[in-house]
């Protein structure tokens, strides 16, 4: 019988679909490669059948819906992912455990260049994890794992190919995956091709009053040419993704490389540029359909995405004496997007060309200690040119080192690490010097078994992060208003500050998880207080009819609850009942009284499904909350429930499997704004839409 690789591509076996409880999982992204019951740290795990069901366009969208996660969209070219409240330069996404090294961090617009239909796993640190990963991970990481760099030996070839139809904007998917080898040697190779059309959405675009306004300047009123009717205009794009890699496996271990290819073109949704926009600019829903090809509407923005990406992996067994193991990365990474106007002219020229190695070690036991130490290195100059640059050309240089030990006493498992960083920005801005930081994390954790079936998880930790570069040089060569330059994409002037300082987060977290059978609880309540809490804030000044946003720095509290529970129901007409249910809550405050912008609201939900060996039916609710806590000079949003509907069946053809899948999802056709999303007034989520594929592994 053929493996099958437990990846968006492939079908785990027909028994791990009847089943509710996850498959016990080995985290790749902590150093000593637990399972989870073996780390407090709060850890959100999307693997086999869970992850081929939830995998979207962008890695916001897969993760979204899950407790303490949500999705930051940008249309439906762009979905980052929202950690506890945090995004941008608090959350950290890895590629195989080295950063993805876009530009995402630096704004909004810009997409993950992460593929989640290609992934193996999706592993979630919730919660500060800059001990392993650095100043970016001080929100959370999201490590996105494939086997572009393959880690075991394989004989023969075996992968898989998917079609896929997702009716909301027209986009159509295809993927292809190869493994194979013979003998101590493997490769990998995979491709994707994803093109779509303008979203679909109920209604207007733009919220009523965000398009009818009175001009300050003119006195004259902005109609409703200003917004589109059932879609969001200049949402289309195409993405290719192809990468190749291989491996050779010795007695002791494996050498590999691989290469990765993406390029990505996508609009920004029409309402986010209107100071851009002239009178042919207008465009109406007959002429919308008109756009099948993806042609750019007039007056729009589509950015231009580009990225090749290397990878080195070295993993020895007993490199040293006293050494377990070491696993080492060498990522090089060549970045640049264009963000063309309208009249095809590109307004910035963004690029990121970035080194980075990671080298973890694990040691043997001494005195009951086991543990790791690594050293995790990243330079790379950072650009945005053109007559739209508001960030200066930046040389950064990041160098950081770190150790983690657990130790066992009874049924107590206690951990604990420290790391320090070396973080420089030096900027070619000649109104700011260079910056130098220095930052200290360290962690202690501890889990009590109670008995075999309760667990008690305690995770403590100190973070500090170092600005990033948008924070610290944005427009920080203007003298002036009048010599301010806006971000395009944003509709919006951002204001950095190059006196920032390190921000300080001291976390708790504590977990109560119950494990029984075929069920499962896990309840978690954090807290999180920050010392110079840096955030963008609306200033409510507008210069030439945009905001005015600032990065300032004021201390902030972030805590919340977080429920997953999963329940083996028994059988009903020959098949398995499964319940989840989940939810969560966060608030965050700064110091003066103000709430901290962009914060998800508080949701619930539930999963009930019906699977055989053949055939799983599922449905699943969510109801959010409006959230009326929206961050000084920001607007509320509206609660929202959201209905699904789905369906798998799977046909065994002899060592191969055809699978086909069916999801409707937003069954009531709501009208859905995300909070966490900068467009949120112009730009809803996708109204009632179906998504059909079939899926073919071998």
Known sequence: MKRFMPIALAVASANAAAQSLPIEHVLVTAPLSKQEAETALPVTVLTGDDLRRSARSTIGDTLGDMPGLANASFGPGVGQPVIRGQQGPRVTVLQNGTSSADASAVSADHAVSVEPLLADSIEVLRGPATLLYG???IGGVVNVIDNRVPRTRIDGVEGGVELRHDGASDMDTSVLRLDGGSGDFAFHLDALYRDWNDLSIPGLAAREGDHDHDDEHDGEEHGEEETTDGYVGNTGGRTRNVSAGASYHFDRGLVGLAVARLENRYGIPAGAHEHHEDEHGEEDHEEHEEHEEHEEEEGGITLDVEQTRYDLVLELAEPLPGFESLRGTVTYTDY????????????????????????EMVHGEIGGLRGALGLQARSGEFSALGEEAFIPVTDSTDVGVFLVEDYRAGDWLFEAGLRVDR???????????AR??????????????????????????????APSIEELFSNVDGTGPENWVAHAATAAIELGDPDLDTEVSNNVDLSLHWHNGNKDLEFTVFHNDFSDYITLMNTGAEVDELPVLAYVQEDATFYGVEVNAQFGLGTFVGGEVGLAVFGDMIRGELDNGDDVPRLPPHRIGGRLSWSTDVLEVWTRVQDAASQNRP??????????????????????????????????????DEEIRLSTSFLRDVSPEAGRSVEAGVRYSF
């Not at 640049?336 to 080298?359: C, D, F, K, P």
């Not at 973080?423 to 010097?433: F, K, L, M, T």
């Not at 069946?649 to 999802?665: C, K, M, N, V």
């Open 135 to 137: 100043a970016g991970a």
């Open 336 to 359: 640049q997007h264009a963000e063309i106007e309208g009249n095809g002219e590109v307004g910035t020229l963004y690029s990121n060309e970035t080194w980075e190695t990671r080298v």
């Open 423 to 433: 973080d420089e920005r030096d900027p070619a801005a000649q109104s700011s010097g």
């Open 436 to 465: 130098d930081f220095t930052a200290f994390s360290a962690s202690g954790s501890a889990i009590f078994n109670a008995s075999p079936d309760w667990q008690l998880r305690l995770y403590l930790a100190r973070s500090e992060r």
């Open 631 to 668: 961050g000084a000079n920001e607007e509320a949003t509206a609660g929202y429930t959201r209905w699904d509907l789905g369906a798998d069946y799977r046909l065994a053809l002899g060592d191969s499997e055809l699978t086909l899948f069916l999801a409707a999802r937003n069954l009531g």
